[in-house]
């Protein structure tokens, strides 16, 4: 059984940094990717980031490009989302995910399922950010 932990969430200034955690147990074959997304309060949650856990390609949503980087240690089963230039809107409960898009869907639509939640069996309890201006 997948059990997936996050960590490392708190409250920031504007343009400052967090490392989020999440320590997963029980990977199967089916957990293709990992995944990154975030709810904020009366928003929708949206994906944020995604790495495969097989050869490390990872993803990214257009709001958080070139400010957050996911990387994945295999050693420590952990997956780690680094985020900077944290801005007000990135304020959220973030939650690590694991599942993903199967190795059956076409190339170019890796990335868009990638970052969809509906592709994600596993969930954490989630890690509040906090970004104050």
């Known amino acids: 059984q997948v059990h997936l932990v996050e960590s490392g969430g708190g409250s920031v200034q504007a343009g400052g940094s967090l490392r989020l955690s999440c320590a997963a147990s029980?990977?199967?074959?089916?957990?293709?990717?990992i995944g990154w997304f975030r709810r904020a309060p009366g928003k929708e949650r949206e994906g944020v980031a995604a790495?495969?856990?097989?050869?490390?390609?990872?993803y990214y949503a257009d709001p958080v490009k070139g400010r957050f980087t996911i990387t994945l240690d295999n050693a420590k089963n952990t997956v780690y989302l680094r985020m900077n230039s944290l801005k007000s809107e990135d304020t959220a409960m973030y939650y690590c995910?694991?599942?993903?898009?199967?190795?059956?869907?076409?190339?170019?639509?890796?990335?868009?399922?990638?970052?969809?939640?509906?592709?994600?069996?596993?969930w954490g309890q989630g890690t509040q950010v906090t970004v104050s201006s």
């Open positions: 995910a694991a599942g993903g898009p199967g190795s059956w869907v076409p190339s170019p639509l890796i990335a868009l399922r990638s970052l969809d939640s509906l592709e994600y069996s596993t």
């Open positions: 790495i495969s856990t097989a050869g490390g390609t990872t």
């Open positions: 029980g990977l199967t074959y089916t957990s293709n990717y």
